[in-house]
């Protein structure tokens, strides 16, 4: 966002030199405005989180695809694909 503000370029522009899509920017600029959330602004960094170990997959035959799901709870899971 500071480079934005200093770039004295419209959204537009900036986003357009930079790759950035225009709508994610106005977002971060109402957050900003509007101020952090208390709850985000009182929360710690945890750094490294020892999660244990995870017990082994069941073979399965190779497909040449690999995928990875990671569930970021709050019925948000991300899955990568590659083929």
């Known amino acids: 966002m ?3 503000l200093t770039s004295g370029q ?3 522009s900036f986003c357009r030199d930079k790759g950035l899509n225009p709508s994610r920017l ?3 600029q109402g957050v900003f405005r509007n101020g952090i959330s208390p709850a985000i602004s009182q929360m710690q960094p945890v750094g490294f989180l ?4 995870l017990p082994a997959p069941e073979p399965q035959p190779r497909t040449g ?3 990875l799901k990671l569930d970021l709870g709050g ?3 991300l899955t990568l694909t590659r083929n």
């Open 26 to 28: 106005i977002r971060w």
């Open 10 to 12: 419209d959204c537009k």
């Open 2 to 4: 500071s480079e934005f």
């Open 75 to 77: 019925g948000v899971v």
């Open 50 to 53: 020892d999660l244990g170990t």
């Open 65 to 67: 695809i690999l995928e």
